[in-house]
Protein backbone atom coordinates (compact mmCIF):
# COMPACT_ATOMS: atom_id res chain seq x y z
CA UNK A 1 0.00 0.00 0.00
CA UNK A 2 1.71 3.65 -0.98
CA UNK A 3 0.67 5.95 1.86
CA UNK A 4 -0.31 10.01 1.47
CA UNK A 5 3.09 11.69 1.88
CA UNK A 6 3.75 13.05 5.77
CA UNK A 7 1.10 10.86 6.42
CA UNK A 8 -0.48 6.89 7.32
CA UNK A 9 -3.28 7.63 4.99
CA UNK A 10 -3.34 5.53 2.05
CA UNK A 11 -2.70 7.44 -1.91
CA UNK A 12 -5.43 7.66 -3.17
CA UNK A 13 -5.02 9.87 -6.14
CA UNK A 14 -1.41 9.53 -7.57
CA UNK A 15 0.66 12.64 -8.68
CA UNK A 16 3.22 13.13 -11.86
CA UNK A 17 4.03 15.72 -14.00
CA UNK A 18 5.94 15.28 -17.87
CA UNK A 19 5.87 18.22 -20.02
CA UNK A 20 3.76 20.85 -18.30
CA UNK A 21 0.95 18.18 -17.76
CA UNK A 22 -0.06 17.13 -14.60
CA UNK A 23 -1.46 13.84 -14.65
CA UNK A 24 -3.80 13.01 -11.48
CA UNK A 25 -4.69 9.34 -10.96
CA UNK A 26 -7.77 8.16 -8.75
CA UNK A 27 -6.59 4.94 -7.30
CA UNK A 28 -9.66 3.04 -4.84
CA UNK A 29 -10.36 -0.19 -6.97
CA UNK A 30 -12.70 -1.32 -7.92
CA UNK A 31 -14.94 1.58 -8.92
CA UNK A 32 -12.80 4.74 -7.82
CA UNK A 33 -15.49 6.49 -6.03
CA UNK A 34 -14.67 9.52 -3.84
CA UNK A 35 -14.39 10.14 -0.42
CA UNK A 36 -13.77 12.58 2.20
CA UNK A 37 -9.73 11.57 2.26
CA UNK A 38 -10.26 11.06 -1.73
CA UNK A 39 -11.17 14.81 -2.02
CA UNK A 40 -8.62 15.87 0.47
CA UNK A 41 -5.91 14.69 -1.62
CA UNK A 42 -7.44 15.70 -4.90
CA UNK A 43 -7.42 19.07 -3.62
CA UNK A 44 -4.05 19.32 -1.96
CA UNK A 45 -2.88 17.61 -5.98
CA UNK A 46 -4.70 20.10 -7.82
CA UNK A 47 -3.22 23.13 -5.58
CA UNK A 48 0.08 21.33 -6.24
CA UNK A 49 -0.38 21.24 -9.99
CA UNK A 50 -1.57 25.16 -9.69
CA UNK A 51 1.52 26.08 -7.80
CA UNK A 52 3.92 24.58 -10.54
CA UNK A 53 4.66 27.28 -12.95
CA UNK A 54 5.83 24.04 -15.19
CA UNK A 55 2.01 22.56 -15.13
CA UNK A 56 -0.12 24.03 -17.82
CA UNK A 57 -2.51 21.18 -18.01
CA UNK A 58 -4.23 19.03 -15.70
CA UNK A 59 -5.70 15.79 -16.18
CA UNK A 60 -7.58 13.76 -14.53
CA UNK A 61 -7.71 9.99 -15.31
CA UNK A 62 -8.79 6.62 -12.89
CA UNK A 63 -6.83 3.78 -12.06
CA UNK A 64 -8.56 0.41 -13.65
CA UNK A 65 -10.11 -1.08 -16.07
CA UNK A 66 -13.80 -0.28 -15.66
CA UNK A 67 -13.88 3.30 -14.17
CA UNK A 68 -13.35 6.83 -14.36
CA UNK A 69 -14.75 7.19 -11.25
CA UNK A 70 -18.12 5.61 -9.89
CA UNK A 71 -19.12 8.85 -7.62
CA UNK A 72 -19.42 9.04 -4.13
CA UNK A 73 -18.75 6.28 -2.01
CA UNK A 74 -22.56 5.34 -0.49
CA UNK A 75 -20.70 4.19 2.40
CA UNK A 76 -19.26 8.06 2.77
CA UNK A 77 -22.90 9.39 2.49
CA UNK A 78 -24.53 7.56 4.90
CA UNK A 79 -21.91 8.89 7.47
CA UNK A 80 -21.84 12.31 6.60
CA UNK A 81 -23.99 15.16 7.92
CA UNK A 82 -25.96 17.93 6.04
CA UNK A 83 -23.32 20.19 6.82
CA UNK A 84 -20.55 18.28 5.46
Known sequence: ME???GTDTKTLVHYETKDGIALLTLDDPPAN???YEMFQQMDA???RARMDESVHVIVITGAGEKFF???ASINMLNSVTPTF
Do not use: D, F, R, V
Open 3 to 5: TAP
Open 33 to 35: TYT
Open 45 to 47: AIL
Open 69 to 71: CAG
